[in-house]
């Protein structure tokens, strides 16, 4: 009694399992979910989507959509989304919205999230944001961040701000930021802005940064940067500086500067810097350089230095010289006075 029982009950959960698998084979199958393509179905998404990868779509769509009336949506992700990559395409969409709500926003991503990526992906984003409050919180940022990352970050957006506070701020940071990467970074973003006190700074660290990679840049800031105390104090670097790759760098600028009177300095490196690459860098400076004074140093050089390598660069710096005189246009011929 008990097995023929046991029996028909098994049969019974057996042809219910059949019925089920058939039914479920002959209803129609439900279409799979599609990303959102309307605001209001992103915003959506973007709140409730249950992979990482829905949420980063929505966010976006917001953004290349510039929804304004998302921004407390891309707010909430940024500060509450478990997940690093939506919080970044947060930060992208609000600046490609640029609202002003958008500022406080990113401020206090850039301040306090955990992730240094999204704080540093932040900070430059404040850079697109222009305007005194965006000043005072890029300040407030590289005195309180302790991730050097994220200060270079914000450096990158100072110079995108193209103002005299952002000036005052990276010349500041060349005397007192402790990240070499930092110093660098700031020296790059003065190199697209203009402001009382730039080149002094410039040469401050051309002359007193303890790395040479920072004097490096320094001396490539200064390429533009036109004025005798420039060429003044680049011909002292040139011979004082202590490394090498500092010497070369600095003649390659007196070069491509386009100050003839950095000739003379030029051709005493090429006679007496005790390192051959330096003297090589000298060399091609001068062919940068041009003019009679110039090509007189590199025929001598091309025909009679003692060393090969100067005899062979010597010869291409006069080759680059004559293409260019080459392919310059011809002098307009004087007036002719009417009588």
Known sequence: MIRNRFGETHGRWLALLLLMAWASLAAPQKAAAQDCDTVAS?????????????????????GERGAGQAVPYLAEA???????????????????IGTPEA????????????????????ARALGQLKGDPTLLALKTLLENEEVWQVRSAAVV???????????????????GEPRMEVRIQALQSLA?????????????SLKEDKEPLVRIQAAETLLKTKGENVTKLMTERLVADPDREVRAAIARVMG????ETAVPPLVETVRGDPDLSVRLAATLALGALGGG?????LNYYASAS???????TALLALDQIRSREASAPPAEPAPTAVK
């Not at 509450?80 to 947060?90: I, N, Q």
């Open 103 to 122: 500022l406080q926003t990113l401020l206090n991503a850039a301040q306090n999230d955990k992730s240094p990526e999204v704080r540093a992906a932040a």
């Open 306 to 312: 003692h060393f090969n390598e100067i005899r062979n």
């Open 192 to 204: 697209r802005l203009q402001g009382e006190g730039v080149a002094t700074a410039l040469l401050t």
């Open 157 to 175: 957006a100072l110079g995108a701000l193209d103002s005299g506070g952002a000036v005052a701020i990276l010349i500041g940071l060349l005397r």
């Open 256 to 259: 491509a500067r386009g100050d």
């Open 42 to 62: 992103c915003i959506q998404q973007l709140r409730y989507g249950e992979t990482r990868n829905r949420r980063e779509q929505a966010a976006r769509y917001l």
């Open 293 to 297: 004074a110039a090509k007189d140093a």
């Open 78 to 96: 940024l500060s509450k989304d478990t997940s690093e990559f939506v919080r970044l395409h947060a930060v992208q969409a609000l600046v490609l």
